[in-house]
């Protein structure tokens, strides 16, 4: 092979290779960084390498993190701006994390091969970041059961492959987005199964525009909102629809004529709105199986002869709808019919229910209720034992002072309970409890929630034993060693939606590890599983697990022990701390004299909102106000150093305790740089902004000028191509310097080749040029100019689009400022070739 073909192939490989160990690094830095701002991670994140150690709840392929999946793993704490730094990440699902939370951070727009993001029953707040619509790849997102507020970001509208859109359960605001000429909108998710927003606290009119026969939709949820205006026809146009929720808010006008060209639609919920018009007509929506209109002001009108046509009907709520006249007896004769609520109406005549109702479904007609009503004769037939009929304030029970069990309101059943497979329920210990296969041990627990239950009766156990079976099933083709579920408690609550609480049952130990919670976790918020039809649309919330393998809460450990020795132990803690309180009652004076002689700065103090400037007894005093502090600047004026009084302007004082709660107590996990001045540690501010933060080293002569420079100077200059200072922090001795985070490092770096970043000539000059205009700005616009005598490629940083911005003012100097009485251009710092 020529030489130069094989030397080119070798330097080839060996920069792939540099370039593949660079991001298998950034990997495991960012893995650092997340556990460091999330706490209670899984305890076998140790080591520098994730894949190889196979962190629970990590994925990957090669040597690259693709997935990151810890439901139920008791994570708290915020997640870090850091999330962006995983260019190959696919899947990632924190969900049943409760006390996982603050503000979702936009660098999750970064991630640009993410297909699925899963946050479900966490604490995150904030808005919902506008950059969500930059992951193009993205085809499952669930936001639901948090605290986001805001508007529902109209970007979303360009992810063209979602095809699950769950924000339920939060409190986003203001209107449902649609596309303009300028801007996208929801309805250009043409592809999107699922539009699930039911319990925000979304207003307007819902928009025509959303609608269209382009669309794929099957499940519509916007229950239990403020939705205003009427119900726009163009949702007749959608007919793949199987589940309608427009329940529980104030929508107006009349019904849509068009509404039952929905032939799909199994579940259809119009209740507690302020319709009026005719009582709409839904002849042939032929698989309709709950239909609830109830507490809706429309035109008084007969029983509609169209209900009887509904073969597939278990459940008709129509209640407070003006209904008058008498209910015919075929309508009970529908196959299905399972509960039929008609109360508060203006229902009269006899009621006779038939002979012919069937028992076809589970148990059959199990409730008819009548209350309020004008009923006034009841023809009880024999066979009907098993239907409660509910008469309370009607004449037939009011009037004729009738004692008959329909003149009452009946107790509710007997809940379900999954029962044990032929066997003895085991007596179990501490807090296991005994599987349906009657075997100790910690189950999985939480509550599954279904939105639009096709059915109503509670009672019919072999709907249960049907969702066990196919849950089963799903864990076992995910290969996950459960060993049976355990339902119990069926109910509906206030939005009508059907809870169930489930238990999850490890097989061969008595307890999941954190892999095994993870994927069933995963199966649960991924709707991996699907439960039978009849249940509908599904999540589930999970409690926290605590039975981990070697770190359940001590059953072995004696609670007396334990309290002897928090008692020895605050005995001791108080009298260290009288000892401390004396020690420094005698140091106060001497601290504080020692505080204005040898602090530049002078003292910090709290929450203080006036601007003063005085001069007594030679001292001049600044009060210097910010967000969380203020600076009492002392110089003494006796002295000639006025001139050396700061002039800060727009730079945010921060405390110590904050600085160190961004930085996870300046871990070295956080440590980026250093140098002469000190370290640089990364930050994450609780607005996911990622931020650099100088701290000069203990004890530096040097730092106090440079750190007084650097404030003086950056406060203000603001241009593109220099480095943005945020704020500083200087108490505790310590002193240091926030800046914005610039992503790609010092030019240097990228020209040794230790970024994997390529600069070519083009790119090269227009750094140049960025850092030239940055110093020209420095030299001609700033006020007074400046010199920053330290330029070299260390200090030129590049962006994540390669703009050059100038950093390091230590050294700087104003051009006013003379030494020896001359205006100095001479150039300090280090060389660097």
């Known amino acids: 092979m020529n030489p130069r073909i094989l030397t080119f192939l070798l330097v080839a490989s060996l920069q792939i290779f540099s370039i593949e160990a660079l991001t298998n690094s950034q990997d495991s830095t960012a893995l650092n960084a997340l556990k460091d701002s999330m706490r209670n991670t899984p305890p076998n994140w140790v080591g520098a390498d994730p894949c190889g150690d196979r962190w629970d709840g990590i994925g990957c392929t090669g040597q690259r993190v693709t997935s990151i999946t810890l439901p139920s793993m008791g994570l708290t704490g915020q997640l870090s701006g850091d999330i962006s730094s995983f260019s190959e990440l696919q899947i990632l699902d924190l969900s049943y994390n409760k006390e996982l939370g603050g503000p979702l951070p936009p660098s999750i727009g970064n991630l640009k091969k993410l297909r699925n993001l899963i946050l479900l029953d966490c604490s995150f707040s904030g808005p919902i970041p506008a950059s969500i619509g930059s992951l193009q790849q993205l085809v499952f997102l669930s936001l639901n059961s948090n605290s986001f507020s805001g508007p529902i970001p109209p970007s979303i509208g360009t992810l063209s492959k979602l095809y699950w859109l769950d924000l339920a359960d939060n409190k986003l605001d203001g209107p449902i987005p649609v596309s303009t000429g300028t801007t996208p909108g929801l309805d250009m998710l043409v592809n999107a199964k699922h539009f699930h927003f039911e319990a925000n606290k979304l207003s307007g009119p819902i928009p025509s525009q959303l609608f269209s026969s382009d669309m794929t939709l099957i499940h519509l949820l916007f229950g239990s909102n ?47 709105n302020q319709l009026t018009g005719p009582f709409p007509n839904l002849t042939g929506m032929n698989l309709l199986t709950y239909l609830d209109i109830s507490n809706n002001s429309f035109d008084a009108s007969e029983f509609p002869s169209w209900i009887s046509t509904l073969q597939s009907l278990t459940t008709l709520t129509m209640e407070g709808v ?8 075929n309508f009970f004769s529908l196959p299905s019919l399972q509960t039929v609520v008609l109360s508060n109406n203006q229902l009269n005549g006899s009621l006779d229910i038939g002979t012919t109702i069937s028992e076809q479904y589970g148990n059959g007609l199990q409730l008819v209720d009548l209350r309020k009503n004008f009923i006034s004769a009841y023809t009880k037939r024999p066979g ?20 008959e069990t329909y003149c009452t309101i009946p107790r509710p059943g007997s809940s379900y309970s999954t029962p044990p497979n032929n066997c003895v329920p085991a007596s179990c210990t501490a807090n296991k409890t005994s599987s349906p296969n009657c075997k100790c041990s910690y189950p999985y627990t939480g509550l599954l929630v279904f939105r639009a239950p096709s059915f109503s009766d509670l009672g019919n156990f072999t709907t249960y034993t049907s969702l066990q079976q196919k849950m089963m099933d799903s864990f076992r083709s995910n290969q996950l060693p459960v060993d049976s579920v355990s339902l119990s408690n069926p109910r509906k609550d206030s939005s009508l ?20 919670i ?19 649309p599904y999540y589930y919330i999970a409690d926290d697990y605590k039975y981990f393998p070697g770190e359940d809460i001590g059953s072995s450990r004696s609670n007396t022990g334990i309290i002897i020795g928090a008692v020895v132990g605050c005995s001791v803690i108080l009298l260290l701390l009288i000892l401390a309180g004396l020690y420094a009652y005698r140091q106060k004076k001497k601290a504080k004299r020692a505080t204005e002689q040898n602090n530049p700065f002078g003292t910090i103090l709290n929450n203080f909102s006036i601007l003063v400037f005085s001069s007594s007894n030679g001292i001049s005093r600044i009060y210097f106000v910010t967000s969380h502090c203020e600076i009492v600047a002392h110089w003494d004026s006796t002295k000639n150093s006025g001139a050396d009084i700061p002039k800060i302007k727009a730079a945010k004082c921060f405390s110590f305790e904050e600085l160190k709660r961004y930085t996870n107590n300046f871990s070295e996990a956080n440590d980026i740089g250093s140098g002469g001045y000190g370290k640089v540690y990364r930050g994450n501010l609780p607005s996911g902004q990622l931020i650099a933060i100088k701290r000069a080293q203990q004890g530096s002569l040097q730092g106090g000028v440079e750190f007084k420079n650097e404030i003086e100077l950056l406060s203000r200059v603001h241009h593109k191509n220099l480095v943005s200072l945020l704020g500083f922090c200087f108490e505790r001795g310590e002193q240091m310097l926030v800046y914005e985070f610039v992503t790609n490092g010092s030019l240097s770096d990228s020209l040794s080749g230790t970024t994997g970043i390529r600069l070519d000539w083009v790119r090269r000059l227009k750094i140049a040029l960025g850092a030239a205009r940055g110093l020209a700005y420095m030299h001609e616009l700033a006020d007074p100019p400046i010199i920053h005598r330290d330029i070299k490629s260390t200090n030129i940083l590049l962006d994540e689009r390669l703009i050059a911005k100038v950093s390091d003012f230590g050294l700087s100097k104003p051009v006013g400022d003379t030494e020896k009485g001359h205006v100095t251009t001479q150039v300090k710092g280090t060389m660097f070739i």
């Open 226 to 272: 403020n939705l205003s205006g009427s119900i726009p026809s163009s949702v007749g146009l959608v007919k793949t629809l199987e589940v309608v929720r427009f329940d529980r808010n104030s929508l107006t006008g009349p019904v849509p004529e068009n509404l039952n060209n929905l032939t799909s639609v199994s579940d259809l919920y119009l209740s507690n």
């Open 322 to 329: 003006q209904l008058q006249g008498q209910v015919p007896t």
């Open 384 to 403: 009907q034992n098993q239907v409660a009929v509910i008469f309370v304030s009607n004449p037939v029970c009011d009037e004729t002072g009738v004692t």
């Open 497 to 516: 939606y059907l809870d169930l609480n489930l238990k999850i049952f490890p097989s061969g130990h008595d307890r999941f590890n954190r892999t095994i």
């Open 518 to 536: 993870s994927g069933i976790g995963f199966v649960l918020s991924n709707q991996t599983f699907k439960p039978p039809h009849m249940f509908g």
